[in-house]
Every structure is written in structure tokens, then in C-alpha cells.
């Protein structure tokens, strides 16, 4: 067979697959409609375009309740779920365009055994070796903060495989770049995930004003599936607060739905976490990415339906394709055509991220507790803990806004979490600030704050002008927030 040939056949393979994926998902259940209603109509997400009742001969559409009804029995076609303009499921859509798809894994001895099948590592040495690149940006453990993440410009084939392995948090590797182009390196390799990769795309497609660096040098971007990323701050206090020493830590990775945890020279994880358990550590913007594969990147390297000590790798461009066959060529990776199981996993997961901008919902609480005079479990006023100082640096904990309602004499204050991660069981406390006295202190104690969650507390007020003491304190991290708010009625103009 031609190369022309084995080209064609791999690009009809991706739809061909693809909608083997579609069939093996709608196999055996004879309630595709039921699947309609699950992930579409009661999630809220419904256009009532009216489309699956169009295509569907037992379906009508209630203009009553606003939502389709069966008028006869579903035969599981799948036709309603699949014409849906809500449900996605087409390939590309799912995990973007690419030139070919590969299962790889390493053949260098010193990567064999690092993380899934090394293919990334590996890339680097024989970019390094064929002197393709001057530099590679990478995300490494900080040498005096344990599995916290720092990104670096790596130079040489050895720095490739210090760097090896993963962190699950987010890395500044752009400004690493920036800082490799401003040093005159002409050709870097960038490794980096989705969020990464698409802030390089973008620099790219729409330089205003990055012409002059983006002018200088070529840059191969090469990205990381991603499902998630984690918040190093409340993650790794937890891990510690199991038992495990984060220095003695020297791998990590996540598959089968959970979080794994290594010591050296161990080949059974020290610990294991179901990863739903970790959701509340997971950085806030992932709820908002739907990109699992880095659809913007030259390679696409992740260990998503590849197997054991394998990855699976899209080369998205002529570049990406060409230098990933010559590695394997030249021997630094053994490289096999991915295959109908291989990408159904990868759809499947890539379709659980994409649906998740369906689902995300800011959660407001609102509290209607009524303000008493007795005095409540009093909060010391005093300085914001010196942890809370070290742990926040100068991003604020909490933030608060105010709004007041001059005909009912209520103040009412938003609190927001603007952490960027969940701070479990806090307490806040509110009271009337009368010359030096505090009078009409309320206080709440919240189990756990989510990212950019807000509180929302009506305060009733005797005066329409003055201010109200507000204190949140954290079990964890001590006193956050503490300030006078300061109001008054709106001043006509």
C-alpha cells in the first residue's frame, strides 16, 4: 500500500471510527430518546428547536411543557440524539483535526519507565540530537517547593529527561517562552496544555503586537491531553494530611479515574484517590476548558486509550507528522497506527469534556438567617494570620461588595471566594460598627466556599449611613478578610 493510500485510509478511519463509537454507545440500549432527555432536556440545555421530533417518526414535539414526547416505542436509532444541535458528536468536533494518529512509546533506556510511554521526552532528545530546536520550554518540579510546578528553558537532551514526568497544576510556561525568544533562541520546542497551547495559537493567528518576537523564531507546540489540573495550595496539604511526605513523592498520574501517588523504586502507588473525591481542588477554569486533546498544537501527546507504558499521539500538522515519523525512523520511539479502541476512549472522554460547558452552573447562597442581638461565638479581631499572608501572597482571599436597599434599611453584602480554589469551613461574622462599639453581630459558618462562589447575606441596618465590621476566618488558614464596610444612601447627581 501507497503512503497516498495509507493516508486516505487513516483519514476515513477517524469518522469511521467515530461512529463506531456513536453505535457502541447507543448498542444494546433501546432508549436513545431516554439518553435525549438525560443529557439534554433535563439538564436544561434544549434549544426547542423541535429538530429530534422532526426526524423522528414516534416523536412529536409538546408545545405545552415545551420538549419532545414519544408517541410510540423507541427503537434506540439514535437518529433524535445524534441530529440534536446540543449533543456532540462528531470527531472533529470532539478532539479537533489531524493528520495522522499514532500509539507510541519510547525505546531510549534512561526515559523507559517514566511516565506512560515517555513520547514527549523522547521528541525533545531527538529534537535536541538532529539540532531541530535551540530550546524547549517545559514544566518541572520547583527544586525548593516539592511537586509545585515551575516552568523552565531547557537547552540540552539531558535537561529533556530531568524535566520528564507530570504535574497536575497550572505552569506559566508562556512567559518562559517569551523569555527564551527575548534570548535569542531561533527555534523552541513548547510543551505546554490545552490553555497553554491555545494562548501560543492566538499569539500566532492574532500577533497584534507580537510581531517582532513571533517574527524572530519558529515554535513547534506540542500538547498534553488534559482533563484536569489541581490547585497545589489545598491538594498537596491534604495529601500531607494522609500521611504523605510530597518530598518523597516522584511520580504522579492519573488513569482509570483515579489519582495515583509513587515513591521511589515502588511500582504500587503509596496512595490512590478516586478522582471525583478531588474535585473541590481542582482549579476553577477547568470547568470552563472543553479542549482534552490541545487541538491547537503541532503534536498532541496524551495517555488516553493507548494502553500501558504506551501514549497515544495526533500529529495535527505536516511539521508535527514529519518529525514524529523521523523519530521513529531514527529509532527514539516505536510508533503503531492507533486503531478503533484506541480512539473510541479518546472520543469518549473528549465528549465528557466538551459537554461540560453544558453543565456549569455558578452557585449562589443565599442567607436568610435573621439577625440577633445576643452575641455569637466571637471572632478576635486581630491581623490576617501570617499563613493566610504566605499562602495568598497579594491575591485576596475573599473579596466583598455592597448594595444598600434605603426603603427596607438592608445592607446587602456579596462575599466571593476569588481564591481560586475551595477553603472549606469558614466562619463569617457581622456586626454594626456604633463609634468603638459593635452592636447586631450575626454570625454563619459555611462548610465549604467554592471558586468565585458568592455568599449573599441581607443585613438589616438602624441608620442608613454608617459601617458594618465584616470578618471571615478559615479553620485552615485563619483570619482571611477583615474590614469596615463603610455605607450610605446614592446622593442624587
Not at 504566605?390 to 491575591?395: D, M, P, V
Request: aromatic letters at 8%.
Amino acid at each position: 500500500m501507497t503512503e497516498e493510500e495509507v493516508n486516505h485510509e487513516q483519514a476515513d478511519s477517524k469518522y469511521k471510527y467515530s461512529f463506531d463509537f456513536i453505535q457502541k454507545k447507543l448498542e444494546g440500549k433501546k432508549d436513545s430518546f431516554g439518553m435525549l432527555m438525560k443529557e439534554i432536556v433535563r439538564t436544561g440545555i434544549c434549544t426547542e428547536c423541535g429538530t429530534c421530533a422532526a426526524v423522528c417518526p414516534v416523536l412529536e414535539w409538546d408545545h405545552l411543557i415545551g420538549q419532545p414526547k414519544l408517541v410510540g416505542k423507541c427503537t434506540g436509532c439514535g437518529i433524535c440524539y445524534n441530529q440534536c444541535p446540543r449533543t456532540i458528536t462528531d470527531p472533529i468536533q470532539l478532539i479537533g483535526e489531524f493528520n495522522r494518529g499514532y500509539v507510541a512509546n519510547t525505546n531510549i533506556p534512561e526515559v523507559i519507565g517514566g511516565q506512560d510511554g515517555g513520547t514527549i521526552t523522547s521528541l525533545l532528545c531527538y529534537l535536541f540530537d538532529e539540532h531541530l530546536i535551540d530550546a524547549a520550554i517545559v514544566t518541572m518540579k520547583d527544586p525548593d517547593n516539592p511537586w509545585h510546578p515551575i516552568a523552565q528553558i531547557i537547552t540540552t537532551k539531558d535537561d529533556a529527561i530531568k524535566a520528564s514526568g507530570s504535574i497536575y497544576a497550572h505552569s506559566q510556561t508562556v512567559d518562559a517562552l517569551m523569555d527564551a525568544i527575548r534570548a535569542d533562541y531561533r527555534s523552541i520546542a513548547f510543551v505546554g496544555t490545552p490553555c497553554n497551547i491555545d494562548a501560543v495559537h492566538k499569539m500566532y493567528s492574532s500577533p497584534s503586537g507580537m510581531l517582532k518576537y513571533f517574527m524572530r523564531a519558529h515554535i513547534l507546540t506540542i500538547g498534553l491531553f488534559c482533563m484536569d489540573s489541581f490547585s497545589p495550595e489545598t491538594l498537596y496539604p491534604m495529601f500531607e494530611k494522609d500521611g504523605i511526605d510530597m518530598a518523597k513523592v516522584t511520580k504522579m498520574d492519573i488513569n482509570k479515574g483515579k489519582f495515583h501517588l509513587y515513591y521511589e523504586n515502588q511500582e504500587e502507588p503509596i496512595k490512590s484517590y478516586n478522582i471525583k473525591s478531588l474535585h473541590k481542588y481542582k482549579s476553577s477554569s477547568c470547568s470552563f476548558c472543553t479542549d482534552l486533546t490541545a487541538e491547537n498544537a503541532d503534536i498532541s501527546v496524551g495517555s488516553v486509550g493507548s494502553g500501558a507504558n504506551k501514549n497515544t499521539v495526533f500529529a495535527r500538522t505536516a511539521i508535527g507528522a514529519e518529525i514524529l515519523e523521523d523519530a521513529a525512523q531514527k529509532g527514539y520511539l516505536t510508533v503503531e497506527p492507533y486503531n478503533a479502541i484506541n480512539l473510541n476512549a479518546v472520543l469518549f472522554l473528549a465528549k465528557l469534556k466538551k459537554v461540560s460547558q453544558y453543565t456549569i452552573q455558578k452557585r449562589k447562597v443565599f442567607i436568610v438567617k435573621d439577625v440577633v442581638d445576643k452575641e455569637e461565638s466571637r471572632i478576635e479581631t486581630k491581623e490576617i494570620s501570617e499563613q493566610a499572608k504566605s499562602l495568598f501572597g497579594t491575591r485576596r482571599a475573599i473579596s466583598v461588595s455592597k448594595q444598600l436597599n434605603e426603603r427596607e434599611k438592608k445592607l446587602k453584602l456579596t462575599i466571593t471566594n476569588t481564591a481560586g480554589f475551595t477553603i472549606d469551613n469558614i466562619k463569617v461574622r457581622i456586626a454594626t460598627i456604633d463609634e468603638v462599639f459593635e452592636n447586631k453581630p450575626w454570625v454563619t459558618t459555611i462548610k465549604e466556599m467554592f471558586p468565585y462562589e458568592d455568599i449573599e447575606v441581607g443585613y438589616p441596618v438602624d441608620s442608613l449611613e454608617g459601617s458594618v465590621l465584616v470578618e471571615v476566618i478559615s479553620d485552615a488558614y485563619g483570619k482571611i478578610f477583615s474590614r469596615n464596610i463603610k455605607f450610605e444612601p446614592k446622593k442624587d447627581t
